[in-house]
Nanobody, 115 residues
Framework: QVSLVESGGGLVQPGGSLRLSCAAS????????MGWYRQAPGKQRELVAV???????NCADSVKGRFTISRDNAENTVYLQMNSLKPEDTAVYYC?????????WGQGTQVTVSS
């Protein structure tokens, strides 16, 4: 079965960096678009960045120039490099993919940006 496991979250000061990882299994990773979403307290889950199977990427306007999504098909892993973090980036970050019209999510990893 499809499994997505995020890691790399934590507490960081404003201006700092974190790299999130999502280890995938149970499907042919290289064939599917992968995405990172986030959900802040009291807010709806929102798309942060996506990467297609061919490596094309797109990011939300709020993170452009600061966040970079990438993938390693040999390791079945998708990454989110987050630089110049701001307090408003505080959220639970989720990895996502859609296989056979079904959305799959990881358990999430907490990112807290605070001094």
């Amino acid at each position: 079965q499809v499994s997505l496991v995020e890691s790399g979250g934590g507490l960081v000061q404003p201006g700092g960096s974190l790299r999130l990882s999502c280890a995938a299994s149970g499907f042919i990773f290289s064939l599917f678009t992968m995405g990172w979403y986030r959900q802040a307290p009291g807010k709806q889950r929102e798309l942060v960045a996506v990467i297609t199977r061919s490596g094309n990427t797109n990011c939300a306007d709020s993170v452009k120039g600061r966040f970079t999504i990438s993938r390693d098909n040999a390791e079945n892993t998708v990454y989110l490099q987050m630089n110049s973090l701001k307090p408003e980036d505080t959220a639970v970050y989720y990895c996502n993919t859609r296989v056979r019209s079904i959305d799959y999510w990881g358990q999430g990893t907490q990112v807290t940006v605070s001094s």
